[in-house]
């Protein structure tokens, strides 16, 4: 095949030769399927293998090679994850291993959780991913786990660290959505309130009035929940208290 093929035979050692060349078949497949995501496969599912495709470098800035050996281990790649979202994403991968633990073994390869959260670009900017876990049977049954990482547009604004999980059943079923950041920063009554004032696109100087504080008061308000959400600018800002 091509070089990515090459490259995770080089790179990974499986006893059965046969086995090996079927999934990496399987894998090159997904990857052209699908160009604009990244096919990585799970490092704690398969610590003896390793795939990565060869189109990480559009997504991450990272080379296949760069990325083959810095980010094979879990912890290292969770390391480049937005300080902001770690936690919030570690529930997230919390949550649905406890979801996992209650569903039939059976359905497990019919489940799709797809994280959302910001990852550190080689150029040192932030930038929105799509994380989707999966499991991909081979013609020999053999069960490999995955993710299909895609970068989300850069018009399309971060709405916090956020889990979906769908379930195949004659076509996708959304099962349901869990953030985080629900039931965590909480809006205070004045927050909530100023929020609201902005959604109804009203100025500084008319939330103050409106609220009868001052607009430095406003401002001070402002800053201090651009801080509490790690955003910088009001669009995030609603979006992350949507």
């Given amino acids: 095949m091509d070089d990515t093929i090459q490259y995770a035979q080089e790179s990974t050692r499986p006893k059965d030769n046969a086995a090996e060349n079927d999934v990496l078949a399987a894998l090159y497949s997904m990857h052209k399927l699908s160009p604009t995501h990244a096919v990585i496969t ?5 610590k003896n293998f390793f795939y990565i495709s060869e189109n990480s470098q559009s997504i991450f800035g990272y080379d296949q090679q760069y990325m083959a050996a810095h980010f094979r281990e879990l912890k290292d790649y969770i390391s480049r994850v937005h300080e902001a979202d770690t936690n919030d994403l570690n529930e997230c991968i919390q949550f649905f291993s406890s979801f996992v633990q209650n569903e039939p073994p059976g359905d497990f390869q019919k489940l799709r959780a797809v994280f959302h959260y910001r990852f550190l670009h080689a150029s040192g900017r932030s930038i929105y991913l799509q994380d989707e876990k999966a499991v991909l049977l081979t013609e020999k049954n053999k069960i490999i786990h995955y993710s299909l990482i895609s970068k989300k547009p850069d018009e399309i604004a971060f709405a916090g660290v956020k889990l979906e999980v769908y379930k195949d059943e004659n076509g996708l079923k959304k099962l349901f959505d869990y953030k985080p950041s629900a039931s965590g920063n909480k809006l205070s009554n004045r927050e909530r309130d100023l929020v609201q004032l902005i959604k109804q696109g009203l100025t500084t100087k008319e939330i103050a009035s ?16 651009f801080a509490k959400f790690n955003v910088t600018n009001t669009i995030e800002l609603l979006n992350m208290t949507s």
């Fill in 42 to 46: 799970c490092p704690i599912r398969h």
């Fill in 210 to 225: 409106q609220l009868s504080i001052s607009h430095n008061t406003v401002r001070n308000i402002k800053s201090k929940m």
